[in-house]
């Protein structure tokens, strides 16, 4: 009896084509267009797929995607604020919304009907036409963190804002940082409507920026890095605030208490259900803001 001759291996995806290569890890013959190189020999396409969906993606040290790297986020926000800005000095006709304004020894901008539409306003008074977030436009506590008066304070912020803004979403991650930023933001403009007179307007980023400066003095701190050389600009930052007329008070620190509550929240939940208390710390501190309108907006109308 003669014996069969032995059969050569074809690739298990295209039958027609002959191999002796095999997977590594589920032993099939695959041809060179099915082959992906592994750390040892050549996978299948499966092979290599399985293997992707059984990697866990790449964390920060506080549970963010490691996208945050790029400052996607932080770029998507210096970007909305230019944009609000060219729109705020197209609604005005006039380049003293630009500079040469009243504020800041004349080199801030004039107010333009797009800030009177959007900064943190109380109540309206009789005979003035912005209508107040007493009166309903809650909007206001959102958007008066995209507002500015002039050039020179949008730069001012938007410096701070790509100097800070990398460091801490390359550290928390694009979700987290976006988080972080839009709470302070929105405490900085709770605190500015809770506790300035009804007919102070406010608006600008350094709201927002005033947390991010407490939140990357806590997050590196958690990391073990050294905090020397950020302390002495917040310091000066609080005595700008505190000493130079037309700054909102209350929206600085508001927004620099709700950005080092945010941060404790980030840097501090326990590794095992770290998830579930960030998004339930930031819900707590995001309902207290809410109480706090709800209360001043009483108090403005009764």
């Keep these: 009896m003669s014996e069969s001759p032995p059969t050569t291996p074809v690739c298990y995806r295209h039958p027609g084509r002959e191999t002796y290569v095999r997977c590594t890890r589920c032993d099939r013959p695959i041809c060179p ?3 992906r190189e592994a750390s ?15 990697v866990r993606p ?6 963010g995607g490691t996208a945050g790297r790029h400052g996607y986020v932080t770029k998507g926000l210096i970007a909305l604020n230019v944009l609000f800005f060219l729109l705020s000095v197209a609604s005005s006709g006039s380049l003293r919304a630009v500079a040469g304004g009243s504020g800041f020894g ?13 900064s943190v306003y109380g109540l309206s008074l009789p005979g003035y036409l912005p209508d107040g977030i007493a009166d309903g436009d809650y909007y206001r506590l959102l958007t008066a963190m995209f507002l500015h008066y002039g050039v020179l304070h949008l ?16 550290n928390l991650g694009p979700l987290r940082f976006g988080a972080l930023y839009l709470l302070a933001g929105l405490g900085g403009n709770v605190a500015a409507y809770a506790f300035s007179e009804q007919d102070a307007a406010t608006a600008g980023a350094s709201v ?13 701190r958690r990391l073990g890095r050294d905090i020397s050389q950020i302390i002495p600009i917040l310091v000066v930052n609080v005595v700008f605030t505190l000493t130079v007329r037309g700054i909102s008070i209350p929206g600085h620190f508001g927004g620099l208490v709700v ?14 259900r770290r ?10 501190i995001l309902l207290v803001l809410l109480a706090l309108v709800l209360v001043r907006t009483a108090v403005l109308l009764g």
Excluded: K
Aim: charged residues 10%; contains cysteine; proline residues 3%.
């Design 40 to 54: 040892v020999g050549h996978q299948c396409p499966e092979c290599v797929d399985q293997g992707r969906r059984s």
């Design 33 to 35: 267009d099915c082959m």
């Design 208 to 220: 927002a920026i005033f947390g991010l400066f407490a939140a990357l003095i806590i997050i590196e």
């Design 155 to 170: 730069l001012v912020n938007m410096w701070s804002l790509w100097v800070l803004g990398r460091s801490l979403e390359a």
């Design 259 to 272: 950005g080092a509550l945010m941060a404790l929240v980030l840097a501090y939940a326990p590794r095992g």
């Design 275 to 284: 998830t579930l208390v960030q998004v339930v710390g930031g819900a707590i």
């Design 106 to 118: 004349g080199l801030m901008g004039d107010g333009t009907p797009l800030t009177a539409w959007g």
């Design 58 to 63: 790449a964390r920060t040290a506080f549970g």
